[in-house]
């Protein structure tokens, strides 16, 4: 992988007040002189994929669609990642449970000064993200309409539903109410609660004809249901995550909405109005962001086709996670890249 890149902003104005030396991590693969690709992480990704156990869509796409031969990728990692600015990396006094609310507007907004005070990008040809990643690809054309050409929100929305926020408040419930997580202010790791947040979270992530079919077996990797959530979830959040990063992480998610920009609400407006030629992939089985939810989305949009993965795997599928899917996204992909 790149070399992560940190980028220090200084005062930093966010949703819930200030970061005083606000910092966003990046990484470049490729040529700056060819066209750019965005990619920002989503809910559990990392820029230091030797510590994304959970998701590893950026390192295949970027070994296949996204080729650094021919694009420019900058990818960037979400306040609160862990790696950029985050509860668990911020000195006192916003360190820990005292780390402001962030954001996907104050995100973008880092990351554009990014792309062009440091990296001196004039026009981002697309933006790629899955999941959070697919949220911030809507923020993008609608806050620097004349910045962005193209987007692909991969298991996305442009506003995090009611169903999905209340989804959330399920893992954060079992987090924040475990006996080792002190309000915030734990000293040690809450083995508990992230425990308990990873189970309660895994649920979700695929389809229910996915555990139906006993696919969480992996062929044989694990020997049944258990094993696989401590192994895949469980430890998926111990190793690397910061229960503070997470809880801060999820409230950016739950407040998505790119109507709040500037159209004070009305998201048909909001959407009607993007320029960037757009790519809306949901996944047909997916719990968090269903396709339901990219329809009317773009019934909006007047510059954008659908393509509903066709997969048991659920939000996963955008993710990943297995060889067919994956297959199915690069070729979309790169068909929609190549058009004129």
Known sequence: MAEIQYYRHGRFRVAGGI??????????????????????????????????VLFDFIESSLLEVLDPKKYYI????????????????????????????????????????VMTQKLSIKQVFCVVGFSMGGQQAYYWPVMYPDFVQRYIPICGSARTSPHNKCFLEGPKAALVASKDFDNGHYVTTPQHGIRAFGRAYSAWAYGQTWFREERYLYDGMYPDLQVFLREEWEAGFLNGWDANDLITLLHTWQNGDVSQIRHEGDLEKCLSEIKAKGLVMPCKTDLYFPPEDSRFEISCLKNARLFVIDSIWGHMAGGGSNAQDDDVLQNEIRKFLDEL
């Open 19 to 52: 970061l005083p030396d606000a910092i966003t991590a990046y990484c470049t693969y490729g040529d700056p002189a060819n066209p750019c690709i965005v990619f920002p992480t989503c809910y559990g990704g990392k820029l230091d994929m030797s510590k994304d």
């Open 74 to 113: 900058v990818t960037f990692a979400l306040f609160s990642n862990g790696e950029s600015s985050s509860p668990s990396n911020t000195p006192s006094p916003y360190n820990g449970a005292y780390f402001p609310a962030v954001s996907y507007e104050d995100n973008v907004r880092a990351q554009y000064i």
